[in-house]
Every structure is written in C-alpha cells, then in structure tokens.
C-alpha cells in the first residue's frame, strides 16, 4: 500500500517529516518498505534573483525582469502580477523544457525578447497554483538547482499491511493509527452532498437475492456528468499511491478507494439493462468479460451482480466492460457494497484475478462504510463531473451487522504483558482505535465493542494486543531472570549428529550442506530405495526429495573438481526419505566422500591418490570413536558400485555401506575421477552405539614383539587370516598389527607375502621368550596346515 | 695375494659403500666382532707352528690397526659431513595435513544451541515432511490463509507438505502433555522461492517456546535480548514492532542494532541501524487449546530465527546461494 505524505494531512496536523511519520507507523506495526519523494525532476530549473522588474514597455500587464542566475544575468519577460524586485523565483532558461514536456524558447514578447521564464508552481507541477509566480525564500543563492533546495512535491510511504489489517489499506486507516500513537485527534471532513434529483427510488432498484454473500448493497443515482480528465490535485495524489488517472469518476471511485479504504464501482446507468440492479449466483459454466477484456468462465458459487438480463460485475472483484463508464457516459450507478470476504477470495483466486477491490474485500471491509463511501464519492463527482445527484441512497441492507462485546479483564492484561496497564488507560488506548468501552466497576472487567472495520478484534487477546501496541512494546519491562524447569534430557536430540560432525571433522572432512529437492536423474542411485516426488515442483530439477546424501555429494565433487580443487574430503549429515507403499520414512544420514590424493598440503610428497582403504580406515576410526567396534561389526562384500563395496551389519541390522562409487554413476554427475564413499543411518549407528563407556584395564608388564612373514596364495583373503591368528596366539596374544603386504621375486608367482607383528603381553606377570616362541609356534603352524602358508625367512 | 692383502681388499670396497654411523657399525661387527673374519684369523693362530706364529700375529696386528684406523677416519669424516650438510631453509612452507571444517550454517547453528541450552531450553526435532495440520491449523492459521498456496509451499499430496517453518515441532512436543516446555527447534525448512541472493527454496530456521506458569511478553523480550548479547555482543540492544502470525498474540518483529555500523546506520540495515532477525509473540490461546492446554492456566512465548540470516550478516556473506554450491574456497574460511 502506498500512502501520499500529504494526503495523510487531510486527517491530521502534524509537524512530522516522512521519515519521522515512517518511523510512528512502524512502531505501530505497519512495516515500511520505503520512503520516496514523489514529483517532478526539476531538470535545469535554477534559483534567480530579480535584480530588477519593471513595466514593458509596450504592455502594461507584462513585466520586464532582470534575474540573476548566479553565473550570468538574464532578460525575462514576465505575466505574473506578483512578480517584484528582489525576489528570489525559480527560473528557467531558453532552450530547456518544463516538467510537463513543453520546451522554452527565445521569442520576442510585445518587441523585446523574453530569454526564459519565471515559472509558477502549477508550470513546475508543485503547486495547483497558477495565478502567479512561484516566491522562494530570500535566502537561497542565485544559481542553485531548484530540486536541492526545495522539497519534494510529495511523498510516497510504501507500507507492507498485514493480513489482519484491511481497515489500514487506506489514507484514512493509516492517519488513524498516526493518530493513535501520537494521542492527537483524527479530523475526519463533513461530507456534504446536494441531492438536487428526484428520489433514487423512482429512477432504480436493487434486489439482492444472496444476502449471505452480500449482506449489504448500496447504490447513489448521477445523472448528468461530464466525463473528462481529473485535475492536478487529483491525478497528483492518485499518483503518490501509485495509481494512474484515467477519468474524473474512475479516479473518484479510486480515491474514495485510497482515502477510505471502501472499494467503490461506477457503472453506465443507461447501459443497464432495465436500469436496475439484481444480486445473484452465476450460473456454471456462465461467461462473463471483464474490464480488463479477458472472458472468465464462471461457477455457481460466484456472486454477480446483473442488471435486468445478464451480469454486469464480477462481485468485489472487477467490473464488466459491458457497463463500463465511457466518454459518452452520462449517468452513473455508484456502487458501494460489503461482500463475503471468503467468497469473493474463492471468486478471486479461482479466476486468477486478484484488485485492489477484492484484495479489501478478501480481509474484510466495514460494512457499515458503504453509504459514507457513497457520499464522498457523489461530493467529489459533482464537483469535478458535474451531475445531478438523486436524492436518497438505495439501501439493501436486511440485517446490520453488529461489532462483538468482549470482555477484557486487565488482571489478563498484566498477565499476558507482565505489566500493569490502569484500566482507564487501557479504555483510553481502545477508545483511540474506534472502540466503545464500558467499564464494568464491580466486576473489575471491562466491556469493548471494537468498530466494525476492525475484523480483527474478536476476542480478549486481540485488545491485549492493542493495548501492548498502544502502550508502545518498548514500554513492556524487560525480564532480567529466566526460571527454567529442571528437566534436563540425558540424551539431546542434536547430541549424536554433532558427535559424528566433529569427528569427520577432525579426520580431515569438510562439512557441505547439499539440497533437499533434486532431479528424477539424481535420484536414481543404485541400492537407494524410491524417492517421493513433490506434487507442486518449481521445477523437474527439484520435484523429488532426496533419498540419500550420495547426490548431493557428487553434485559438490562436480563443481570443485570443475573448478581446480580435486582433493576432496567431505562429508553431510541430513535428512533423507523414501517413498513406500506404507507411507513415506524419513530419517537423517551420514555420507562422506574421498576423491584426489591423501596427502593434499604435505607439499614436498609426491601425490598419493586414495584408495578403498583409506576410505574403509576413515570408516573404522569413526565407528570405534562412537564405541562400535570388532566383534559386533561385520563387513559383508556387496553388490553396489564397482564391486569394491562393503555393507556394515550389527547382527541383522545394517547399519551403512562403503563402496568406490561406479564409473557410470560419478559420470552421470559429470565426476571423472575415482570417488570412494560410505553412507549410514544416523538412528541406526545411535541405536548400535553403547550409551556408555567402560574402562577396559591395559597390562603394566613389559611386551615381547615378534615379526612373522608368511608366503600365501594371492588370493588368500587377509581381514579372515588375521583374526584367525588373533585365535590360535592363546590369550597372551594382545596385538596383532599387519604392517606389509609384498608381492614380487621373493614371494614368487602367483604368491604374495604378509607381515605381522605380534605382541605378547599377560596382566599378571613378565611372559618368558619361551611362552611367546610357543605361541609363535602355534600360529605358524595353524598358518601351514590350515592356509598352506610358509614362513618367509 | 695372500688372504690379509684380500681381506683388506673387501674391508675397502665395503668401507667406500658406508653412508653412515649404522652401516659403518654393521662394517666393524663383520671384520672386528666376535665372530668378524680378521678376528676368526686371530682364533686360526692357535693352530700355527710356534715358529710361524710371531710373525704372523704381528701381521695380523698391522692389519687390525689398519681396519681401526681405518673405521675411525671414516667415523670422523661421516660427522664432518653431518655437520657441513646444507641448513634448512626455514622460509620454506609448513607441511599442513588436510584439516575438516565445518559448514557456517552448522557453526551457526551449533553457537545458537549452546546459547539457548546455557538458558535452560531442550532441543527438540521433527519430521521435514509435515501435515496440513501441524504446519498450517494446529498454528492457528486460517483455511484461506495465503501461506497454504501451492504458489508458496511444497505438497506432497493434498495432506503432506514440506514444512515451511520449524513451529510444527512445538505441536508436537505440547501434545507430549508434559509442561513445563522450554524447547528450541533448528531444523530445515522449505517454502517455493526462486533462489537468488537473498532467497533459497530449503533454509534453516531455529524455533523456540516456552510455555508454563504466568510466562509473560517481559519474559520473552529478557530472553531474547540475553541470547542475541550472547550472539552479537554485550552492546547489542534489541527492538520489538508488532506484527501479525497467526500463531501468536501478541505478535513482535525482533530487531537488534546493527553490529556493522553499532546502530549509526549503513548499507546493509539500510541506514536504519536495525536489523530485523524474525518473529516473535505469546502463544495464541487457540493454538494452546487446540492441544489441549487450558490457556488461562498456563502461558507462554514462541520465537523464530532464521540462521542463513544470521550467518550472512555475522560473515558478511552477500549472496545465500554460496551456502548451498560448497565451494571449497568459501568452506575453507570458516
Ligand atoms: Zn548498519
């Protein structure tokens, strides 16, 4: 909504900038967009000084003037009769143009040439004013641009008005919110029309079939006007709301709109069919053409509003361009009417046709407004078309609506606020908005009738709030103590997700943050279960949710190896979900990705490129720092990606997968480069982790270490061989730590060899070398009878 | 050549290979340990004749001067070299393993928590998916209100939405039936916005509510401003306009002093030295009746915040869409 600065002075008197008349209405809660001077440019319009004006010689009405412009001293001829030595005035100089386009040129007035013109403030479009010159104060320089030293002719305040607010979509709602928090009285204008016709009932009548969906349909008759163009004062304020003039009665029926908020229409009486009004249901399937040419095909819940044969305006929303007003009209029918707000918000978002009148209608208009509306709208027709105005309103209007009582106990008050507003006060603040306040003694209660331009106001809370408005929020204590109730969670939801973030961080990954809305493409990953579509997509790259992090993670990789960065350690912790016949699951995951070399910043190295295991060692570290370790963990071979895959169960549960994500799949994501990556199920791994840590108590004896080498056939699997020699050590066995795997010469062909070192350890006591050569001997012998391994000497 | 002048021979082609301290070691045990081959010639002596032995002994001695002398020239030599090796050049750079970040919307988010459980509220999370009910009606939001526009949010079918703000999480935890609450709720959210700087369809929020006993506006104004002094500085006042949502009334947009220009007014508030950070207001009576909570018993505040806004103007980060496209080179300085 865009309010005129001055037009706001038709209702109050204030010595307010528009910055400072921003800065009260956003107190109050109309929140400001912008505030922005509204006018003409001005352009090349400068400060003169008459230094000397004196009669034409050849004309007694003209004068001849001497300005100085600062720079250079200038001969005017002028015509106003105000014009004196001395002033300051705003000139213009040949060859430039004024604001309304004309261009000002050197020509001889009466035999002496005139080298511009001394404007008046209607020639600047400042001022309606055009009798005489434009006098500025006698202090400002010769020379000056006018535009710097005077104001703006207007201001245009854009305000951001919210839902529950129509009554402020109008000069005369805002004024009254000013007036409000200023506590200064709002100065609402008599409206005075003179009804010289004969009664409005002889010449028309309305019938309203639909009261519910209109409960109230008021009517004048004028007959007679003249259509023509509206007048400065007019098309300038139509201008500051930012609307465009079209004729003296639609620019009326506008500014009866913008000043008193009540949507108004205007029809060509003699283009009624039968000259008269019915309010009925469109029938389906019913076309009707709008004003704005376009043919709407209607249904049998929308309202119209018919002359005698056929509709003539889409209720609340637009006219029809069968009894729009033309040069040619004549008379007018002035409709001023309070539809359903729910029906005329179906009406207008089934039609995708959304007004000024209908956006008012839609919130709630004040039914009781209809005829003031009315009578302001005749006022200014006749005074600016002309006209004769019937006498009386045609008035359908079967059951008045009534504003509510609420009760409102100013205990409450104290107790939403937390702070004691008087009862006298808080009638006072209500009393500002509109309302009728009666203050009940005994029961320390207090009876409120808001207006019936307030919608809002239906309950005790709606005037709580008011009154906290009106008090000002910042007059509301603040609490300087919090009481907090003791329940504090043993677990916090954000707890375990924080836990894995800070980890991965600490291995090396970065923490991306990837769309939840991807493309049918995106989402199909092998392994990945259906993802659910979005009814409404903005588009198909962002119909479908996201049924794990995978994507996302490649779309990432994409763009940074793309742009020079291809050492890639990242991971994302969010929500997934899945589409299913049994409805749709969503659950958060954890998906990290490897790509480029290991050893990225360790500069003077040559580049190592990671590799499954490094991937798979990421893994590990991150599952035993959440207390998921060997032996509940297994690791099962899968079909997924590259065939180089891994699934992680607990028992029957899976838990997550690792894999170099295939060729195919990277490709697809424009990733060309080997990508390894793991993903898991945050509830999963939470429900798999053990709450609690136990101490497990290490020896404080010496170890004996001992280094095996054994030959094996190259593919002997060694994760198994491992823990099958961590079985035949016996129970001093503590650690066993692979640390080669060679293959070459001296393993031979198809062989390869395997390093462990092994250390012996007991809790109790020293272990002699014999107890650790036995135990040595064990394995190397399990090694030859069960994997036909032979020690590597 | 007789076996000493062969064995001097090899100890010299085996002296040149030594690099270092280990290997001139490993050098001395093979010739002069306890079982090196000049100290096996001496164990041989005992079987000569005692004519042929004085001379031979003093042979064999010659040649264990020799290899000694020999071993600590070479000794010598290798710590000369140690110490006249070239310096480090000390400007070269560090080695620096790869280090993680986290993302700024988690640290963000990870400072907005923290503050609010310093104050005593509980993090609460919720599905993203939503119903109609929990997003929309149980918040108090009209049939007809514009926000439930397919133009304005994402719908699954006619009854499931993507959440388009994180107050669905207070329905659900209030239904618990458990009160006192003191909860916050971060978490996505999703609302049909053409991405451009200042818009993405998926943003996070952080909601919060405290509902109990006699909870007041003057507590929800103290609460706020402890936790954006917390955020923002010590100096940081706070400014509450009213508003409307429909899931609070008193409703208040929370504005607090620029922290670019200390309130002087500059670009980015423009000129207004505020800068709005969300909504805020009491609990409307019908949401807490709706689930069941008599509101002349019990009270309470909600409050909304929006992290990318926190982030983009904390970081001075101009444009929402760097969150999303995780370019390294803006996840690295953070
Ligand atoms: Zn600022």
Not at chain 1, 417 to 429: A, M, R
Not at chain 2, 17 to 25: Q, T
Not at chain 2, 159 to 183: A, C, D, F, K, N
Request: aromatic share 8%; glycine share 8%.
């Amino acid at each position: 909504m865009r309010i005129s600065y001055l037009w706001l002075k038709d209702f109050l008197n204030f010595q307010l900038s528009p910055f400072q008349v921003a800065d009260i209405v956003t107190m109050a809660g109309l929140e400001v967009e912008g505030v922005a001077p509204v006018g003409p440019e001005l352009e090349g319009i400068v400060v003169g000084h008459v230094l000397e004006a004196r009669k034409h010689p050849n004309a007694d009405k003209l004068s001849l003037c001497r300005v100085d412009l600062g720079d250079k001293t200038l001969e005017v001829v002028c015509g106003a009769p105000n014009v004196a030595t001395g002033q300051k005035v705003a000139v213009i100089e040949a060859g430039t143009t004024l604001p309304d386009g004309r261009l000002i040129e050197a020509r001889p007035v009466r035999g002496v040439v005139s080298h511009g013109m001394i404007c008046s403030g209607r020639e600047l479009m400042l001022s309606e004013d055009a009798e005489g010159i434009l006098v500025l104060d006698p202090s400002l320089t010769p020379g000056a641009l006018l535009r710097d030293v005077i104001g703006p002719r207007d201001w245009s305040l854009d305000l951001e008005i919210t839902l529950n607010r129509p009554d402020c979509l109008s000069h005369q709602g805002v004024a009254r919110e000013i007036a409000a928090a200023l506590r200064v009285p709002l100065k609402l204008q008599k409206t005075v029309v003179d009804e010289s016709g004969p009664p409005v009932d002889a010449l028309t009548s309305i019938e309203v079939r639909e009261p519910e969906l209109c409960p109230r349909y008021s009517a004048r008759l004028i007959r007679g006007v003249k259509i023509g163009p509206s007048p400065d004062w007019m098309r300038w304020r139509l201008e500051a709301a930012g609307l465009r003039s079209i004729n003296n009665v639609v620019d009326v029926t506008n500014y009866v709109l913008l000043e008193m908020g009540h949507p108004m229409h205007a029809f060509d009486f003699q283009r009624l069919e039968g000259r008269r009004i019915v309010v009925r249901r469109a029938e389906t399937g019913e076309k009707f053409t709008t004003l704005d040419g376009q043919e709407r095909i209607l249904d049998d819940r929308m309202l119209l509003i018919c002359d005698a044969q056929r509709g003539v305006a889409l209720a609340g929303v637009m006219g029809g361009s069968n009894s729009e007003i033309t040069e040619e009209t004549t008379d007018l029918l002035l409709e001023s009417a309070y539809f359903d707000p729910i029906n005329t918000r179906r009406t207008s978002r089934l039609l995708g046709l959304s007004t000024d009148s209908s956006k008012r209608f839609e919130r709630g208009a004040d039914p009781n407004a209809t005829v003031r509306a009315l009578d302001r709208a005749a006022e200014l027709i006749l005074q600016l078309a002309g006209g004769e105005v019937a006498q009386g309103v045609a008035d359908v209007y079967p059951r008045a609506i009534e504003p509510p009582r609420i009760d409102l106990r100013p205990a409450r008050v104290q107790e939403i606020l937390g702070l004691k507003v008087p009862k006298v006060e808080i009638s006072d603040h209500l009393v500002r908005l509109g309302c009728q306040v009666a203050i009940n003694e005994p029961a320390h209660s207090l009876t409120v009738r808001p207006p019936t331009w307030r919608p809002d106001l239906e309950r005790e809370i709606d005037l709580i709030e008011e009154v906290a408005r009106l008090h000002g929020y910042d007059h509301i204590p603040t609490a300087e103590q919090a009481r907090s109730p003791l329940n504090v969670p043993h677990v916090a939801a954000d707890a375990f997700p924080e836990r894995l973030a800070d980890l991965l961080t600490r291995e090396g990954f970065t923490q991306v943050y990837t769309s939840s809305l991807l493309s049918a493409r995106e989402v199909e990953i092998p392994g990945y279960p259906a993802a659910a579509r979005i009814k409404n997509p903005a588009s198909e790259d962002t119909a479908y949710l996201r049924n794990g992090l995978l994507p996302g993670l490649l779309k990432v990789a994409a763009y940074n190896l793309h742009r020079g960065q291809p050492d890639l350690a990242l991971f994302e912790i969010g929500r997934v979900f899945a589409a299913g016949d049994d409805g749709l699951r969503e659950w958060d995951a954890l998906t990290g990705l490897l790509a480029g070399a290991r050893n990225a910043g360790l500069w003077d190295q040559p580049e190592q490129a990671v590799d499954f295991l490094d991937l798979k060692g990421h893994v590990q570290t991150m599952l035993s720092e959440i207390l998921l370790d060997k032996p509940e963990l297994f690791y099962y071979h899968i079909e997924h990606g590259t065939g180089d895959a891994l699934e992680v169960r607990r028992g029957e549960r899976s838990l997550g997968w690792l894999e170099q994500v295939h060729p195919a799949v990277a490709a697809r994501f424009e990733v060309d480069v080997p990508v390894f990556a793991f993903e898991f199920s945050l509830p999963e791994l939470a429900e798999a982790s053990p709450g609690r840590l136990v101490y497990r108590p290490f020896s404080k004896f010496p170890s004996l270490q001992r280094d095996l080498a054994f030959v094996l056939p190259e593919e002997a699997a060694v994760g198994p061989l491992l823990e099958e020699i961590r079985s035949a050590g016996g129970p001093h066995l503590a650690g066993t730590e692979l640390f080669d795997v060679y293959r070459g010469v001296q393993a031979g062909p198809g062989m390869k060899s395997i390093a462990v070192r092994l250390a012996f350890q007991s809790p109790e006591r020293t272990l002699t070398d014999a107890e650790a050569d036995a135990a040595v001997e064990a394995i190397v012998t399990m090694m030859a009878q069960a994997h036909g391994a032979r020690l590597r000497s | 050549m007789s076996d000493l002048d062969e064995l001097c021979l090899l100890f010299d082609s085996e002296l040149e290979k030594v690099e270092d301290g280990r290997a001139l070691d490993d050098l001395r045990v093979r010739f002069l340990g306890k079982k090196g081959l000049l100290t096996q010639k001496f164990k041989e002596l005992g079987a000569l004749s005692p004519a042929d032995k004085p001379a031979r002994g003093a042979e064999l001695n010659r040649v264990k001067e020799r290899l000694q002398e020999a071993l600590a020239q070479r000794q010598q030599a290798l710590e000369a070299g140690r110490l006249s090796q070239p310096t480090l050049d000390l400007t070269l750079p560090g080695r620096r393993p790869r280090l993680g970040r986290r993302h700024p919307l988690a640290q963000v988010e990870a400072r907005v928590r923290s503050i609010f459980r310093s104050m005593g509220f509980v993090v609460e999370t919720g599905p993203e998916v939503e119903t109609a009910y929990y997003n929309f009606t149980a918040l108090n939001t009209p049939e007809w209100h514009p926000a439930r526009d397919e133009a304005d949010t994402f719908y699954l079918d006619a009854e499931r939405l993507l959440r388009t703000e994180t107050s669905p999480v207070q329905i659900r935890v209030l239904e618990r039936g458990r009160l006192p609450v003191r909860m916050i709720a971060p978490g996505r959210v999703y609302r049909k916005d053409k991405p451009d700087p200042s818009h993405f369809p998926v943003f996070h929020q952080v909601e919060g509510l405290y509902v109990d006993h006699g909870v007041t506006f003057a507590d929800l104004k103290g609460t706020l401003l402890a936790f954006y002094r917390s955020l923002f500085g010590e100096e940081t006042a706070i400014r509450f306009r009213p508003h409307f949502f429909p899931f609070t009334e008193p409703s208040a947009e929370v504005d607090v002093t620029c922290f670019l220009c200390q309130g002087e007014g500059c670009r980015v508030c423009k000129q207004s030295g505020w800068l709005e950070m969300g909504g805020s207001g009491m609990v409307d009576p019908n949401v807490l009746s709706g689930v069941g909570i008599d509101p002349e018993e019990w009270s309470g505040y909600a409050f909304g915040l929006g992290i990318e806004r926190i982030a983009m103007l904390w970081y001075g980060v101009d444009d929402i869409r760097l969150f999303w496209e995780n370019d390294l080179r803006f996840l690295k300085q953070f």
